[in-house]
Nanobody, 117 residues
């Protein structure tokens, strides 16, 4: 099994920054990709950012230029640096890892990010 532990969420004022981290442990092999999704109240879960095993990145249009995803392969961690935060970024953020001979999705428990003055 694979376990994901997220950290770094919290309350921040508009224009502020937060850094989310996700550490994966357990039976991890053949990582295909890692990423972050978010879900705001009353909305569907959406992709925020993703990074492949080769380092290619993909971002939602709403966060381009403000968020940066990175990974540390030696520690099986993925991070999300969030700058210039807006109230509409408020959501529960979930870490995702895709790994295994037959690719499987593993999700973290979620961490709350609230952007408010």
């Amino acid at each position: 099994q694979v376990q994901l532990v997220e950290s770094g969420g919290g309350l921040v004022q508009p224009g502020g920054s937060l850094r989310l981290s996700c550490a994966a442990s357990g039976s991890i092999f053949n990582i295909r990709g890692m990423g972050w999704h978010r879900q705001a109240p009353g909305k569907q879960r959406e992709l925020v950012a993703a990074i492949t095993s080769g380092g290619s990145t993909n971002y939602a249009d709403s966060v381009k230029g403000r968020f940066t995803i990175s990974r540390d392969n030696s520690k099986n961690t993925v991070n999300l640096q969030m700058n210039s935060l807006k109230p509409e970024d408020t959501a529960v953020y979930y870490c995702l890892i895709v790994c295994g001979t037959i690719p499987q999705n593993y999700w973290g428990q979620g961490t709350q990010v609230t952007v408010s003055s």
